[in-house]
């Protein structure tokens, strides 16, 4: 399994972003939530991925990049959690809810019990 998270994972397209949040269903597991719509990629990658942290809880680029960097490491770490148990695309926004600046460890607790969700979700959906 690669713990990489190559640029073709990235989510980049305004439209795909806008489509993300208007059509797309949540899952939370505080601090974060996560937004994902099941889509179609050009490239053959299986999902799409986008952290996010509100400008209105961290006023401060550098305390928001830090939270979307935590995100990102956590999302990369555990990624094989939806890439072993999913079929078809996906496209994911994590977003940061919480109000105070959170640590490795508290994004991870709450990264893995919301990727388990999503995976059982999909299951449930796809019977």
Do not use: W
């Amino acid at each position: 399994m690669s713990f990489r998270f190559p640029k073709k994972e990235k989510l980049k397209s305004k439209k795909l972003i806008e489509q993300l949040f208007a059509e797309g269903i949540g899952i939370t597991s505080y601090p974060i939530k996560l937004v994902y719509l099941k889509t179609r990629h050009e490239d053959d990658s299986k999902c799409k991925v986008g952290v996010t942290a509100s400008k209105r809880n961290f006023k401060s680029a550098v305390k928001r990049n830090r939270i979307k960097r935590l995100l990102r490491e956590s999302y990369r770490l555990n990624k094989h959690l939806i890439f072993n148990n999913i079929e078809g695309e996906f496209a994911f926004m994590f977003l940061y809810l919480g109000k105070e600046m959170p640590s490795q460890s508290r994004i991870t607790d709450a990264m893995i019990p919301l990727m388990r969700k999503f995976v059982n979700e999909i299951a449930k959906g796809s019977k």
